[in-house]
């Protein structure tokens, strides 16, 4: 090979490298600007159109030569507007009202909406709270949210009271979606291994809001008490499935497999039941619960509640005892 020849390939190779160099400080450059740009947004969070995930478009940042109260009502006004991208869905259905916004005493911004906003759906309830409090604290000056009901601190079902809500109470993950923790106390009901009575525990739960109070009841009853609880006996049957559970008007409607019927030793009927109906009954605006068995009502419940509808029995509990368990 001649010299110029290799002097050439030499020549080429080194422009070859300062192009691949260049390139990728470019990349870098573009990333580190779409990084920067992505910071520098007010995202107004939206809703896609299924519902079941939380997204965000680009918003116009307030004038801060505005007064407080004003860049609020001009956010507010971005999350109620229909957003540009047709892949996305507001936060608020129009079934619910906005009443008020102010600032507390504590100097959270409180966000007041109509009666109608206790109906909404567990998952919409919960993008909607994560939507519009990562929106808000946006602002500077907004460092808690606080949900109010027609002039009343929001209670979601179970009676947990949000209160004062940060950003870092919703987490995201890497598909846009928006999760909720929350530690909740719910009270379940178990066999007592003293006695042949139902015994109460409190117990300590993280809840993420992806279902129902009602079915995190149920999975926790299906479980049976914490490993070492030497104080209550697991009440439902072993294999136990909860098919479906949904509530309305105050009942819950229970659908389980048949090894519900397979009654432990020394627990029988009734206290299954009553496990089950006591504990659900403890969540907020609960009266009665109906059990079905893959779908077809059973006679044999009807004798606990007319028509197999079974309200609490306090008679059938023992005394009460306060737990955890991790959820």
């Known amino acids: 090979m001649s010299l110029v020849r290799k002097l050439l390939i030499a020549a080429a190779l080194m422009i070859t490298a300062l192009l691949l160099t260049a390139c990728s400080d470019g990349q870098e450059a573009v990333s ?31 004038d801060e030569s505005f007064g407080k109260i004003e860049q609020v009502r001009k956010v507010l006004d971005e999350l109620a507007s229909t957003p540009r991208d047709k892949e996305m869905k507001k936060l608020l259905p129009g079934s619910v009202t906005m009443d008020s916004a102010y600032f507390g005493r504590d100097g959270q911004l409180i966000i007041s909406f109509s009666k109608s906003y206790n109906s909404l759906p567990t ?15 946006q602002l500077g000056f907004v460092d808690y949210v606080e ?12 009676e947990v009271i ?5 950003q870092t109470d919703f987490i995201d993950n890497t598909g846009n979606t928006t999760y909720f923790r929350q530690e909740v106390e719910l009270t379940l009901y178990f066999v007592k291994s003293s006695e042949k009575m139902l015994g109460s525990g409190i117990y300590i739960v993280t809840y993420d809001g992806s279902s129902s109070y009602e079915e ?29 559970i949904t509530s309305s008007d105050g009942i819950v409607y229970v659908d389980v497999n048949e090894e519900f019927l397979n009654y432990r030793e020394n627990i029988g009927e009734e206290l299954t039941v009553y496990s089950l109906v006591n504990s659900l009954c403890e969540l907020q605006g609960i009266m009665k619960v109906q059990i079905t068995v893959n779908g077809t009502t059973r006679k044999a419940f009807e004798k606990y509640g007319q028509g197999g509808f079974i309200e609490r029995r306090p008679d059938l509990i023992a005394s009460e005892k306060a737990g955890e368990a991790d959820g």
């Open 32 to 62: 580190d600007a779409q990084t920067q740009t992505t910071e520098d947004t007010f995202k107004i969070f939206r809703t896609d159109v299924t519902e079941s995930s939380l997204l965000w478009e680009s918003g116009e940042t307030p």
């Open 162 to 166: 949000p209160g004062l809500m940060k």
């Open 216 to 244: 995190l009841v149920s999975r926790l009853l299906v479980r049976g008490p914490e490993e070492g609880d030497t104080e209550f006996i697991p009440t439902l049957p072993e294999g136990t499935v909860i098919n479906k």
């Open 147 to 158: 949900f109010y009901v027609e002039e009343t601190p929001l209670i979601l079902r179970g």
């Open 123 to 137: 998952v919409t309830e919960l993008l909607l709270r994560a939507g519009y409090v990562k929106t808000l604290c």
